[in-house]
Every structure is written in C-alpha cells, then in structure tokens.
C-alpha cells in the first residue's frame, strides 16, 4: 500500500469511527433522557403520596375529635340546654382544639397546592385527583372564618381560582 492509500484508509476509519461514536452518543442521551424522565415521574409520584397522607392525616385527626367531642359540643351549642361554667370552658376550649384541626387540614391542602404550583407534582393527575375535595374545602360554610381576606391559604385559594375561572370561562 502507497503512502495516500493509508491515508485514506486512516481517514475512512476515523470517519467510521466518528460515525459510531456519534450513534453511540445519541442512545446514551436518549438513555440518559428517559431515565430523568422516568426519574421525575418517581419523585413526583413520591411527593403525592406525601400530601395524600398528610391531607387524610389531618382529615383523621378530625373525624377522631369528633368522635371524641361532637356529642359534647353539639350539647353545649343548643340554645334551650342548660350548661354549667365549667362545661362552658370545657367546650371553648375544645372549639379551639377543634379550629386548629381544621387549620391543619387547611394547611395540608395549602401545602399541597404550594407543591402544584412549583411544578412538584403532575398538574393533570394533580387535579383530577383534588380538585372536588379542594372545592369542598374552599365552599365549606364553617371554613368561612379561615378563609377571609387576609388568611393565609394564598396557594390553596390560587389553585381553587384557577380551576374554577377555567371551568367558568
């Protein structure tokens, strides 16, 4: 072989190789793009079952008072029934044990919405799974006094607006 014959011999097999390394690149992206993306749905799914159990936690937490309490204070909140003035501290006392349960569950969803609107969670799936039980929470006539202008639920009452202006609008 002549001098320019293995020059281009070399030549052809660097192009080959080039042209492999290429290829080879291109499927270790590709590789490498799926798997964030099969990582992300994993975190994803992750921080959703993080809020779905902090949200029933809360929700237990409340029918559990209930349980306990409901009878008294629904006794200590009928006009005609007699109660004592320990009875009356016992109930204000437990109403505010009972307000806070209800902030807690505010709270849960608040901080559920806060994840959707950074973007931690699949926004559709999202949705589709909270939408009626926000709705619920935020038309909720005893949530009335936690919700007023001022309140703190500013991702909880973004996301119910957002939702509820697209269906309108």
């Known amino acids: 072989m002549t001098d320019p014959q293995i020059h281009l011999l070399l030549t ?3 192009i080959i190789v080039s042209i492999i390394a290429i290829v080879v690149a291109g499927k270790a992206r590709s590789a490498a793009n799926k798997f964030r993306g099969d990582t992300l749905k994993l975190s994803q799914a992750q921080v959703e079952m993080g809020i779905r159990s902090q949200v029933n936690e809360a929700k237990h937490r409340i029918e ?11 006794k200590t909140e009928k006009g005609g029934t007699k109660i004592t003035k320990t009875e009356k501290e016992r109930a204000d006392r437990l109403k505010l044990i009972g307000n806070g349960r209800v902030e807690g569950h505010l709270n849960a969803l608040d901080e559920a919405c806060q994840k959707y609107n950074d ?8 949705q589709k799974a909270w939408q009626t039980e926000i709705r619920q929470a935020v038309k909720e006539k005893s949530h009335n006094e936690f919700l007023q202008p001022g309140h703190t639920y500013h991702a909880l009452m973004g996301v119910y607006d957002e939702w509820e202006n697209k269906e309108k609008g």
Not at 64 to 74: E, K, P, R, V, W
């Open 12 to 14: 052809c097999v660097t």
């Open 119 to 126: 973007d931690k969670v699949d926004k559709v799936r999202f």
């Open 64 to 74: 559990d008072f209930l349980l306990t309490h409901g009878d008294f204070l629904a």
